[in-house]
Nanobody, 124 residues
Framework: QVQLVESGGGLVQAGGSLRVSCAPS????????MGWFRQAPGKEREFVAT????????RYADSVKGRFTISRDSAKNTVYLRMNSLKPEDTAVYYC?????????????????WGQGTQVTVSS
């Protein structure tokens, strides 16, 4: 069982930056592929970014490519999502997710564990 705890959300003006973090419990952090998803009010949960176990492979949604960066620090047992040039349409609850499989994935149903989410609000 893995518990994921997100932090770092908040309110930021359009064009600003924010970094959200996710700290999985346990000593098996390096065995999980990690992902970030988001859900805006009235919308389905959507893929944002994913990173492989080694950190060598990353994938991004087209809507955030070039603005967001996913990374992981095994020493700190933490995965990060750095968000730059934020837009009002980035406003959502951001969720961290973990999957035991090796390959990265864009699909929420392929992830085994989820955090409680952290709110990111971008004002115009």
């Amino acid at each position: 069982q893995v518990q994921l705890v997100e932090s770092g959300g908040g309110l930021v003006q359009a064009g600003g930056s924010l970094r959200v973090s996710c700290a999985p419990s346990g000593r098996t952090f390096s065995t999980y592929t990690m992902g970030w998803f988001r859900q805006a009010p009235g919308k389905e949960r959507e893929f944002v970014a994913t990173i492989s176990r080694s950190g060598g492979t990353t994938r991004y949604a087209d809507s955030v490519k070039g603005r967001f960066t996913i990374s992981r620090d095994s020493a700190k047992n933490t995965v990060y999502l750095r968000m730059n040039s934020l837009k009002p349409e980035d406003t959502a609850v951001y969720y961290c997710a973990a999957r035991g499989a090796t390959m990265v994935s864009n699909f929420p149903y392929e992830y085994d564990y989820w955090g409680q989410g952290t709110q990111v609000t971008v004002s115009s």
